[in-house]
Protein backbone atom coordinates (compact mmCIF):
# COMPACT_ATOMS: atom_id res chain seq x y z
CA UNK A 1 0.00 0.00 0.00
CA UNK A 2 2.97 2.39 0.62
CA UNK A 3 3.97 1.89 -2.57
CA UNK A 4 1.53 2.05 -4.49
CA UNK A 5 0.63 5.74 -2.24
CA UNK A 6 3.92 6.92 -3.25
CA UNK A 7 3.07 5.90 -7.09
CA UNK A 8 0.42 7.21 -7.32
CA UNK A 9 1.26 10.34 -5.08
CA UNK A 10 3.86 11.14 -8.16
CA UNK A 11 1.90 10.65 -10.89
CA UNK A 12 -0.03 13.25 -9.66
CA UNK A 13 2.13 15.44 -9.07
CA UNK A 14 3.89 14.91 -12.31
CA UNK A 15 0.43 15.53 -14.06
CA UNK A 16 -0.02 19.07 -12.07
CA UNK A 17 3.36 19.74 -13.12
CA UNK A 18 2.85 18.97 -16.50
CA UNK A 19 -0.38 20.64 -16.79
CA UNK A 20 0.75 24.34 -15.31
CA UNK A 21 3.71 24.08 -17.89
CA UNK A 22 1.22 23.32 -20.83
CA UNK A 23 -0.95 26.61 -19.26
CA UNK A 24 2.75 28.64 -19.18
CA UNK A 25 2.91 27.92 -22.95
CA UNK A 26 -0.28 28.73 -23.92
CA UNK A 27 0.02 31.97 -22.18
CA UNK A 28 3.81 32.97 -23.03
CA UNK A 29 3.35 32.06 -27.04
CA UNK A 30 -0.28 33.06 -27.31
CA UNK A 31 -1.83 35.34 -24.61
CA UNK A 32 0.46 37.38 -24.03
CA UNK A 33 0.30 37.90 -27.89
CA UNK A 34 -3.61 38.69 -27.97
CA UNK A 35 -3.62 40.95 -25.04
CA UNK A 36 -0.63 42.65 -26.55
CA UNK A 37 -1.87 42.84 -30.36
CA UNK A 38 -5.38 44.72 -28.44
CA UNK A 39 -3.16 47.14 -26.88
CA UNK A 40 -1.49 47.85 -29.80
CA UNK A 41 -5.07 48.37 -31.84
CA UNK A 42 -6.12 50.68 -29.14
CA UNK A 43 -2.80 53.31 -29.56
CA UNK A 44 -3.40 53.18 -33.03
CA UNK A 45 -6.87 53.97 -32.81
CA UNK A 46 -5.49 56.63 -30.22
CA UNK A 47 -3.38 58.38 -32.60
CA UNK A 48 -5.88 58.19 -35.68
CA UNK A 49 -8.28 59.85 -33.50
CA UNK A 50 -6.06 62.92 -32.31
CA UNK A 51 -4.66 63.48 -35.76
CA UNK A 52 -8.35 63.16 -36.84
CA UNK A 53 -9.19 65.74 -34.36
CA UNK A 54 -6.99 68.33 -36.13
CA UNK A 55 -3.20 69.05 -37.58
CA UNK A 56 -0.78 66.90 -35.74
CA UNK A 57 2.67 68.74 -34.28
CA UNK A 58 5.14 67.79 -36.72
CA UNK A 59 7.91 65.77 -35.19
CA UNK A 60 11.13 66.55 -36.90
CA UNK A 61 14.24 68.71 -35.65
CA UNK A 62 13.55 72.41 -34.13
CA UNK A 63 14.20 74.70 -31.28
CA UNK A 64 10.65 74.57 -29.64
CA UNK A 65 7.20 76.79 -30.01
CA UNK A 66 7.35 78.52 -33.77
CA UNK A 67 10.08 76.53 -34.86
CA UNK A 68 10.76 77.34 -38.83
CA UNK A 69 11.34 74.26 -40.80
CA UNK A 70 14.85 73.60 -41.12
CA UNK A 71 15.68 72.79 -44.57
CA UNK A 72 18.81 70.53 -45.43
CA UNK A 73 21.42 72.54 -46.60
CA UNK A 74 24.12 69.03 -46.79
CA UNK A 75 26.67 70.79 -44.57
CA UNK A 76 26.77 67.33 -42.24
CA UNK A 77 26.54 65.01 -45.26
CA UNK A 78 29.84 62.56 -45.32
CA UNK A 79 31.59 62.77 -48.48
CA UNK A 80 30.87 61.18 -51.99
CA UNK A 81 32.85 57.94 -52.59
CA UNK A 82 35.84 57.94 -54.56
CA UNK A 83 35.52 56.99 -58.20
CA UNK A 84 36.61 53.16 -59.06
CA UNK A 85 39.28 52.60 -61.05
CA UNK A 86 38.60 53.19 -65.08
CA UNK A 87 35.78 55.50 -63.58
CA UNK A 88 34.90 59.45 -64.46
CA UNK A 89 34.39 61.17 -61.79
CA UNK A 90 30.55 62.57 -61.43
CA UNK A 91 30.34 66.15 -62.42
CA UNK A 92 29.03 68.68 -59.54
CA UNK A 93 25.54 68.82 -60.96
CA UNK A 94 25.16 65.18 -61.71
CA UNK A 95 22.26 63.47 -59.96
CA UNK A 96 24.23 60.72 -58.52
CA UNK A 97 22.36 58.95 -55.57
CA UNK A 98 23.71 60.44 -52.31
CA UNK A 99 26.01 57.99 -49.76
CA UNK A 100 24.38 56.57 -46.90
CA UNK A 101 23.27 58.70 -44.14
CA UNK A 102 23.02 61.82 -46.47
CA UNK A 103 19.45 61.47 -47.13
CA UNK A 104 17.66 62.81 -50.50
CA UNK A 105 19.26 65.55 -52.37
CA UNK A 106 17.07 68.10 -50.57
CA UNK A 107 14.84 66.63 -48.18
CA UNK A 108 12.55 68.98 -45.76
CA UNK A 109 12.15 68.14 -42.62
CA UNK A 110 9.49 70.13 -40.95
CA UNK A 111 10.30 71.67 -37.54
CA UNK A 112 9.15 70.56 -33.71
CA UNK A 113 6.55 72.28 -31.73
CA UNK A 114 5.66 69.86 -28.99
CA UNK A 115 7.71 67.35 -27.39
CA UNK A 116 7.08 63.44 -26.92
CA UNK A 117 4.73 62.69 -24.25
CA UNK A 118 6.60 59.42 -22.32
CA UNK A 119 4.10 56.46 -22.57
CA UNK A 120 1.91 58.00 -25.37
CA UNK A 121 2.27 57.05 -28.93
CA UNK A 122 3.48 59.86 -31.40
CA UNK A 123 4.10 57.68 -35.07
CA UNK A 124 3.08 54.35 -36.56
CA UNK A 125 6.08 52.19 -38.33
CA UNK A 126 5.64 49.98 -41.21
CA UNK A 127 8.33 47.35 -43.11
CA UNK A 128 7.32 46.54 -46.48
CA UNK A 129 9.37 43.36 -46.12
CA UNK A 130 7.44 42.11 -42.90
CA UNK A 131 4.02 42.28 -45.07
CA UNK A 132 1.07 44.89 -45.85
CA UNK A 133 -0.82 44.09 -42.22
CA UNK A 134 2.57 44.93 -39.92
CA UNK A 135 1.47 48.46 -38.65
CA UNK A 136 3.04 49.28 -35.24
CA UNK A 137 2.37 51.96 -32.62
CA UNK A 138 5.91 53.41 -31.57
CA UNK A 139 5.17 55.11 -28.37
CA UNK A 140 7.76 57.75 -25.82
CA UNK A 141 10.04 55.29 -23.24
CA UNK A 142 11.19 51.56 -23.94
CA UNK A 143 9.94 50.28 -20.37
CA UNK A 144 8.83 46.76 -19.67
CA UNK A 145 4.66 47.67 -19.42
CA UNK A 146 5.30 50.04 -22.52
CA UNK A 147 6.66 47.28 -24.89
CA UNK A 148 4.01 45.32 -24.10
CA UNK A 149 2.06 48.25 -26.29
CA UNK A 150 3.88 48.17 -29.36
CA UNK A 151 7.58 49.78 -30.00
CA UNK A 152 9.15 52.15 -28.20
CA UNK A 153 11.86 55.27 -28.63
CA UNK A 154 15.11 55.64 -26.95
CA UNK A 155 14.16 58.89 -25.13
CA UNK A 156 18.08 60.07 -25.07
CA UNK A 157 17.95 59.14 -28.89
CA UNK A 158 16.58 61.95 -31.54
CA UNK A 159 13.38 62.70 -32.32
CA UNK A 160 12.02 61.18 -35.61
CA UNK A 161 13.33 62.80 -38.81
CA UNK A 162 16.05 64.86 -37.61
CA UNK A 163 20.12 64.93 -37.04
CA UNK A 164 20.83 62.24 -35.19
CA UNK A 165 20.25 58.32 -33.98
CA UNK A 166 16.27 57.56 -33.68
CA UNK A 167 16.34 54.73 -31.86
CA UNK A 168 13.40 52.28 -31.38
CA UNK A 169 12.70 48.62 -29.51
CA UNK A 170 10.65 46.19 -29.99
CA UNK A 171 10.06 42.37 -28.52
CA UNK A 172 11.20 39.26 -30.48
CA UNK A 173 9.04 36.92 -29.15
CA UNK A 174 5.51 37.36 -26.77
CA UNK A 175 3.69 40.38 -26.97
CA UNK A 176 2.95 40.15 -30.06
CA UNK A 177 6.12 39.39 -32.06
CA UNK A 178 6.91 42.56 -33.07
CA UNK A 179 10.50 42.24 -34.45
CA UNK A 180 10.18 38.45 -34.67
CA UNK A 181 11.81 39.05 -38.40
CA UNK A 182 14.03 41.47 -37.66
CA UNK A 183 16.69 39.22 -39.01
CA UNK A 184 15.31 39.30 -42.35
CA UNK A 185 16.29 42.40 -43.42
CA UNK A 186 18.40 43.35 -45.93
CA UNK A 187 20.03 46.25 -47.12
CA UNK A 188 17.90 48.30 -49.39
CA UNK A 189 14.42 47.63 -47.14
CA UNK A 190 12.84 50.17 -46.18
CA UNK A 191 11.28 51.49 -43.19
CA UNK A 192 8.75 53.73 -43.26
CA UNK A 193 7.02 55.99 -40.35
CA UNK A 194 4.11 58.60 -39.89
CA UNK A 195 3.42 60.82 -37.61
CA UNK A 196 -0.26 62.29 -38.78
CA UNK A 197 1.92 65.22 -40.94
CA UNK A 198 4.92 63.48 -42.57
CA UNK A 199 5.92 60.61 -44.19
CA UNK A 200 9.79 59.78 -43.12
CA UNK A 201 10.93 56.86 -45.62
CA UNK A 202 14.43 55.65 -44.13
CA UNK A 203 16.82 52.77 -45.93
CA UNK A 204 17.99 49.74 -44.45
CA UNK A 205 22.16 50.26 -44.99
CA UNK A 206 23.35 46.65 -42.68
CA UNK A 207 22.40 43.45 -42.06
CA UNK A 208 21.64 42.39 -38.80
CA UNK A 209 24.11 43.55 -36.14
CA UNK A 210 24.40 41.02 -33.05
CA UNK A 211 26.05 42.29 -30.18
CA UNK A 212 26.18 42.03 -26.47
CA UNK A 213 22.95 44.27 -23.96
CA UNK A 214 25.72 46.45 -22.34
CA UNK A 215 26.91 47.90 -25.87
CA UNK A 216 25.06 51.31 -25.71
CA UNK A 217 27.36 52.65 -29.03
CA UNK A 218 24.56 51.09 -30.95
CA UNK A 219 22.34 54.41 -30.11
CA UNK A 220 25.02 56.71 -30.48
CA UNK A 221 24.18 59.66 -32.62
CA UNK A 222 27.01 58.55 -35.32
CA UNK A 223 26.91 54.35 -34.09
CA UNK A 224 30.54 53.32 -35.99
CA UNK A 225 29.54 49.58 -36.14
CA UNK A 226 26.95 50.44 -39.04
CA UNK A 227 30.23 51.87 -40.79
CA UNK A 228 28.89 55.97 -40.70
CA UNK A 229 31.15 57.98 -40.28
CA UNK A 230 29.64 61.41 -40.43
CA UNK A 231 26.51 63.34 -39.28
CA UNK A 232 23.30 62.10 -40.30
CA UNK A 233 19.31 61.62 -39.83
CA UNK A 234 19.97 57.53 -38.96
CA UNK A 235 17.43 54.75 -37.32
CA UNK A 236 18.38 52.24 -35.19
CA UNK A 237 15.88 49.11 -34.18
CA UNK A 238 17.17 47.20 -31.26
CA UNK A 239 15.61 43.65 -30.30
CA UNK A 240 16.57 40.48 -28.17
CA UNK A 241 18.86 37.52 -29.61
CA UNK A 242 18.02 34.58 -29.53
CA UNK A 243 14.75 34.52 -30.20
CA UNK A 244 13.59 32.93 -27.44
CA UNK A 245 16.35 34.30 -25.03
CA UNK A 246 17.91 37.71 -24.20
CA UNK A 247 21.64 36.98 -23.73
CA UNK A 248 22.31 39.35 -27.12
CA UNK A 249 20.56 42.23 -28.83
CA UNK A 250 19.98 42.29 -33.01
CA UNK A 251 20.57 45.90 -34.36
CA UNK A 252 19.87 47.36 -37.90
CA UNK A 253 20.25 50.65 -39.08
CA UNK A 254 19.21 52.45 -41.62
CA UNK A 255 19.22 56.07 -42.76
CA UNK A 256 16.33 58.68 -43.83
CA UNK A 257 15.98 58.83 -47.64
CA UNK A 258 12.91 60.60 -48.05
CA UNK A 259 10.51 62.36 -46.40
CA UNK A 260 6.47 63.70 -47.87
CA UNK A 261 3.56 65.36 -46.65
CA UNK A 262 0.77 62.98 -45.34
CA UNK A 263 -1.50 65.10 -47.05
CA UNK A 264 0.14 63.97 -50.38
CA UNK A 265 -0.38 60.21 -49.61
CA UNK A 266 1.73 57.38 -49.05
CA UNK A 267 5.29 57.17 -49.99
CA UNK A 268 6.86 54.87 -53.03
CA UNK A 269 7.77 52.99 -50.24
CA UNK A 270 4.40 51.41 -49.15
CA UNK A 271 2.33 51.54 -52.62
CA UNK A 272 4.01 48.38 -53.80
Known sequence: MGLRLVVRTLSELCLTIGTLIVLFVVYVLYWTSVRADGAMATELDRLEQRWAAGPAEPAGP??????????????????????????????????????????????????????????????VMRIPRFGPGWVKPVLQGTGTELLKK?????????????????????????????????????????????????????????????????????????????????????LTLTTCDPEWGHSHRLIVWAHLEDTRPAAGGKPAALSG
Open 62 to 123: GSGPGAEPAPDTGENDPPAPPPRAGERPPSPDAAAPRPPGSGTRHPTVPGSRTAYRSGAPFA
Open 150 to 234: GLGHYERTARLGETGNFAVAGHRRTYGDPFKDLDELRPGDAVVLGDGTTWFTYRVDTRPYRTRPGDTAVLDPVPAAAGYRQAGRY
